[in-house]
């Protein structure tokens, strides 16, 4: 497994961005994937997370509503389509893949990290 995040950006509050995690090594196919986020001076803070064929999606409460998880296992991409952005969800965001098959919300849950993209919510 390998993975890259991509997409992040500066947008003002209330846009959109799209982040993806692309497998470039096409191996955690049978994976979950979480997307985790860490702003300055905080701990990273699990952001939502899917099954491996997509059909189960957690969420934290503070994004839930707004964001969605999706997944084309074709592609080897996992998406996190992010609406109505706030300037408290200005982090640098993480995918990364599970150790299992089923989606959580822990961090230890997961085995392999991408290297973060960076999402700047102006206000």
């Known amino acids: 497994v390998q993975l890259q995040a991509s997409g992040g950006g500066l947008v003002q509050a209330g846009d959109s961005l799209r982040l993806s995690c692309t497998d470039s090594?096409?191996?955690?196919?049978?994976?979950?994937v979480g997307w985790f986020r860490q702003a300055p001076g905080k701990e990273r803070e699990f952001v939502s997370a899917?099954?491996?064929?997509?059909?189960?999606?957690l969420y934290s409460d503070s994004v839930k509503g707004r964001f969605t998880i999706s997944r084309d296992r074709s592609a080897n991409t996992v998406y996190l389509q992010m609406d109505n952005l706030k300037p408290e969800d200005t982090a640098v965001y993480y995918c990364?893949?599970?150790?299992?098959?089923?989606?959580?919300?822990?961090?230890?849950?997961?085995?392999?990290w991408g290297q973060g993209t960076q999402v700047t919510v102006s206000s």
């Open positions: 090594k096409r191996t955690s196919s049978n994976n979950a």
């Open positions: 990364a893949a599970g150790r299992g098959s089923y989606a959580s919300t822990r961090a230890a849950s997961f085995q392999y």
């Open positions: 899917v099954s491996w064929n997509g059909g189960s999606t």
